[in-house]
């Protein structure tokens, strides 16, 4: 997973999965906003899907009808 911090006061290590919203633009990419957990402040960040989400991922893609896993 990769390691993120936060610009405004340097916290590290911010957590993907504690997403508060997630937008998938590949099977392997998203546009990501998270709060950190010190400061409160809201983080954007575009990053690769992180294996503990990607089952998430594809069964909310499959309910909504958004292709992805649709081999």
């Given at each position: 997973?990769p390691?993120?911090?936060?610009p405004s006061?340097g916290e590290?290590?911010?957590?993907?999965?504690a997403?508060?919203?997630?937008?998938?633009?590949?099977?392997?990419?998203?546009?990501?906003?998270?709060?950190?957990?010190r400061?409160?402040k809201?983080?954007?960040t575009?990053?690769?899907?992180?294996?503990?989400?990607?089952?998430?991922?594809?069964?909310?893609?499959?309910?909504v009808?958004?292709?992805?896993?649709?081999?």
């Open positions: 997973m390691v993120l911090a936060c006061c590290r290590n911010l957590d993907l999965r997403y508060d919203s997630l937008m998938v633009l590949r099977s392997d990419l998203a546009f990501f906003s998270l709060r950190c957990p400061c409160s809201k983080i954007s575009l990053q690769p899907i992180p294996s503990a989400l990607r089952e998430e991922v594809r069964f909310a893609a499959i309910e009808g958004a292709g992805m896993g649709l081999d």
